[in-house]
Each structure stands twice: as structure tokens, then as C-alpha cells.
């Protein structure tokens, strides 16, 4: 079946330093790609997507690139902030058929120190 | 535009008792979807609905169950409550299309003792 696989944390940073997060994915088809962010005590929040191969995904500051060759989503910051610890999950979208279903990585806990 | 409402944010429960989880999706969005959060298993996909029906279901036993109501709003349930129940479970709203952007509630943390 499909699944995502993350690298495992905590990453941990000192302000400024630049963040690497590595995802993989196993999938039949073409599904789409995303990174979610978690801060404590909330639920997902969406960081950025890609929904074809080649296309690059950003947001505040965060870039990740839809790569087929190498199945590959890795996330991307040039310049870490306290702010962005959080923990980020990798995700893609087993959409067919309309269906709606997310698989998750395991999440990568990242801190950020000044 | 209201996001993802999630009732209750916390409950407590006893083994063997039941649960219900209510989930207001973003008004317009007829897709909602439920996930268990723990940190041994990570986030697993319980099920979706749409327009009413379910049409998708993950790996979890039958004591797990939902339903969607013609306002969109989704409940789930949980029967015969087990301590590795124990999760924050999140509901997820998509407009309805494959691939959309899931927007996520803050979640129920289910504590069961």
C-alpha cells in the first residue's frame, strides 16, 4: 500500500540555521503531496502542497518540490525562526475515485533555539 | 469564513463506556474525514463521509463508527471503550474533490481510564 516515510527528529536548530526535512513516498498512481504543521496543544495546519510532479510548494519561508524520479518531498528553510518549532508531518492524498484520504509520515519534531 | 469546530476538546471516559465526538465542518465543504492521533501509531485515517454516506474506511475495528448529517456536521462514535483508545482524534473538511486541501479541527483529546 501507500505510505510515507520522514526522517526521524527532533531536529533541533539554532535561529537562523537552515532546516532540512527529508520525506519519501510509496505510491501507486499520481497522488498529491503535502506538508502539515502541528504546534502543541492544536490540530494540522496545511504548510504547503503539490499536486504534480515537478511542481514546488511554499510558504512562509518553507519550500518542498514534487520529485517522481526519487519520490521525494523534502521540506525547506533558508532561515529557522523560534516560531517554526512545531512538529511537520509529510503527507500524500490517495485521491481516487474522489476519495479523500490522507497518509501521514510519522512527524518530525523540530525546535528551534535563539 | 468559521473554521473546523470540534466538540468536546477534552473528555474523560471509563473503560467498557461510549463516546461520541461531534465535528462542524467549514460551512460549504461536504467531505469530513476523522483520524486517531497517538504517539505510538501516529495519525491513522478512521473514515470519510460525503453527502451522508460513507465512502472510505481505514483499518479500525467495528467499534469505531460515524455518521454525516444534510448539514455536512459528522459525529463519531466509539463503543466498548478500550485504554488504547486513547488519542486525539481530528476531523479533517474538504469541499468534496479528490486531492483538496484538508482543513483540521483542533481536535478531541479522548483520555480513557
Known amino acids: 500500500g501507500n505510505s510515507v516515510t520522514q526522517m526521524e527528529g527532533p531536529v533541533t536548530l539554532s535561529e537562523e540555521a537552515f532546516l532540512t526535512i527529508n520525506c519519501t513516498y510509496t505510491?501507486?498512481?499520481?497522488?498529491?503531496l503535502f506538508w502539515y504543521v502541528q504546534y502543541p496543544g492544536e490540530g494540522l495546519q496545511l504548510l504547503l502542497k503539490?499536486?504534480?510532479?515537478?511542481d514546488k510548494g511554499s510558504n512562509k519561508g518553507f519550500e518542498a518540490t514534487y520529485r517522481k524520479e526519487t519520490t521525494s518531498f523534502h521540506l525547506e528553510k533558508g532561515s529557522v525562526q523560534v516560531s517554526d518549532s512545531a512538529v511537520y508531518f509529510c503527507?500524500?492524498?490517495?485521491?481516487?475515485?474522489?476519495?479523500?484520504?490522507?497518509?501521514f509520515g510519522a512527524g518530525t519534531r523540530l525546535a528551534v533555539h535563539p | 469564513k468559521a473554521g473546523v469546530t470540534q466538540t468536546p476538546r477534552y473528555l474523560i471516559k471509563t473503560r467498557g463506556q461510549q463516546v461520541t465526538l461531534s465535528c462542524s465542518p467549514i460551512?460549504?465543504?461536504?467531505?469530513v474525514s476523522w483520524y486517531q492521533q497517538t504517539p505510538g501509531q501516529g495519525l491513522q485515517f478512521l473514515f470519510e463521509?460525503?453527502?451522508?454516506?460513507?465512502?472510505n474506511k481505514g483499518n479500525f475495528p467495528g467499534r469505531f463508527s460515524g455518521r454525516q448529517f444534510s448539514n455536512s456536521r459528522s459525529e463519531m462514535n466509539v463503543s466498548t471503550l478500550e485504554l488504547g483508545d486513547s488519542a486525539l482524534y481530528l476531523c479533517?473538511?474538504?469541499?468534496?474533490?479528490?486531492?483538496?486541501?484538508?482543513?483540521f479541527g483542533q481536535g478531541t483529546r479522548l483520555t480513557v481510564v
Open positions: 505510491a501507486t498512481g499520481y497522488p498529491s
Open positions: 463521509y460525503f453527502s451522508e454516506t460513507q465512502r
Open positions: 479533517a473538511s474538504q469541499p468534496g474533490g479528490a486531492n483538496t486541501e484538508a482543513f
Open positions: 503539490a499536486t504534480k510532479a515537478d
Open positions: 503527507a500524500l492524498s490517495e485521491g481516487s475515485g474522489g476519495y479523500n484520504k490522507l497518509i
Open positions: 460551512s460549504g465543504h461536504r467531505s
